[in-house]
């Protein structure tokens, strides 16, 4: 009987040692799948990355070269339209016909506005009042101040020419300093000395104290009867 005890415990002892080594295996077992299944998901995200960082790159490169090249095409379109206006400034003092076609070559630059007045000033000169008056009248702007002198220098011409009425409709909406002095002396040449003491009156608003403007309209203010 005690042999058979023996043998019994024995018995039991080995399948516990038994199971614990085929658990042991599992867990083992277990654990290098999951070992393995971490370490191909970082290679994956690793080639992922590589791709995402290449095509990255390439991008950041196409795009530092687009704008070289943008910023080299509007320095050499600047500098075309800089010549244009130098060879105009050179023609307008002596040929105003030549400057007015050079002058259709400065449509749509920043330099239009400006070389209209200059024209339409060259074309006064030589006594070609209608000529630049279609010149200026022609001219446009995208600055809300130089569309103000470009007003201005129109409506002084109509009144020059006979038209002052025509110079009242033009600045009607005027509130500018420049353009209600212009506005005051259509009015005078209307014989309306009222408006035009109104119109100089609202301009000295706008000017400072002692400046050489303010001093202009003030003797027309007082030239108006004001």
């Known amino acids: 009987d ?3 005890q023996r043998d019994g415990r024995g018995l039991h002892a080995s ?6 080594v085929f658990k042991v295996g599992l867990d083992d077992l277990r654990v290098k799948q999951f070992d393995v299944v971490p370490h191909r998901r970082q290679a994956e995200c690793l080639r992922i990355d590589a791709v995402g960082l290449i095509g990255g790159i390439g991008l950041g490169l196409a795009l530092i070269w687009g704008w070289n090249w943008w910023q080299g095409r509007q320095v050499t379109a600047s500098e075309e339209v800089a ?12 040929n105003p016909a030549e400057a007015a076609k050079l002058s259709s070559r400065l449509a749509e630059t ?3 506005a400006i070389a209209a007045m200059e024209l339409a000033k060259s ?3 030589a006594g070609q009042d209608a000529a630049a008056l279609a010149t200026l009248q022609a001219a446009r702007s995208k ?14 011409l109509l009144i020059a020419t006979g038209k002052p009425a025509d110079a009242v409709t033009l600045l009607a909406k005027a509130s500018d300093a420049g353009s209600l ?5 259509a009015q005078a040449s209307l014989s309306k000395p009222a408006e ?14 002692g400046s050489p403007q303010r001093q202009v309209v003030q003797l027309k203010l007082a030239e108006a009867g004001g």
């Open 123 to 125: 074309q006064v000169d």
């Open 181 to 185: 002095e212009v506005l005051g002396d």
């Open 110 to 112: 920043p330099y239009a």
């Open 15 to 20: 399948c516990f040692i038994v199971r614990a």
């Open 196 to 209: 035009a003491q109104k119109a100089y009156r609202e301009a000295l608003r706008s000017l400072e104290e």
């Open 2 to 4: 005690l042999g058979r």
């Open 83 to 94: 010549a244009r206006y130098d060879a105009f400034e050179q023609a307008v003092a002596n």
């Open 143 to 156: 600055d809300p101040a130089v569309n103000a002198i470009l007003r201005q220098r129109i409506a002084t």
